[in-house]
Nanobody, 122 residues
C-alpha cells in the first residue's frame, strides 16, 4: 500500500520558520504531482503549494513570497519551507500526491498524508 509520511510540524512564534517534509513509499510506479494542503477549524481545506514532476510550482496567494515547495524525485519526497509565519498560517497541513500504483490500472489516483499540526503564536 502507498503511504505518505509527514514530519516537521510544530509550534513557532510569528515570524519564525518551519520546514515540512513528506515521503511517499509503497508500490509506486510514478508520481505526477505532490503538494501541501491545510485546513483550519471551521474552514475548508485549501491548496497551499504544489509541484509537478518537471518542477513547475503553484502557490496560494496568501503564501507567495513566504513559502517554497521543492521535491526530490529520487526519494519521492516533497518539502515545504515556511518562512515569516503568521498566526493565520495555523492549521493542519496535509501532504498530497497524485500517483500511479504498480500493478494497478495505470491511471493516477490521489493519496493523502495523516496531517501535521502547525501552530503560529503572536
Amino acid at each position: 500500500q502507498v503511504q505518505l509520511v509527514e514530519s516537521g510540524g510544530g509550534s513557532v512564534q510569528a515570524g519564525g520558520s518551519l520546514r515540512l517534509s513528506c515521503a511517499a513509499s509503497g508500490s509506486i510506479f510514478s508520481i505526477n504531482v505532490m503538494g501541501w494542503y491545510r485546513q483550519a477549524p471551521g474552514k475548508e481545506r485549501e491548496l497551499v503549494a504544489a509541484i509537478i514532476h518537471g518542477g513547475y510550482t503553484d502557490y496560494a496567494d496568501s503564501v507567495k513570497g513566504r513559502f517554497t515547495i521543492s521535491r526530490d524525485n529520487a526519494k519521492n519526497t516533497v518539502y515545504l519551507q515556511m518562512n515569516n509565519l503568521k498566526p493565520e498560517d495555523t492549521a493542519v497541513y496535509y501532504c498530497h500526491a497524485e500517483l500511479v500504483v504498480l500493478g494497478g490500472s495505470g491511471t493516477s489516483g490521489d493519496y493523502w498524508g495523516q496531517g501535521t499540526q502547525v501552530t503560529v503564536s503572536s
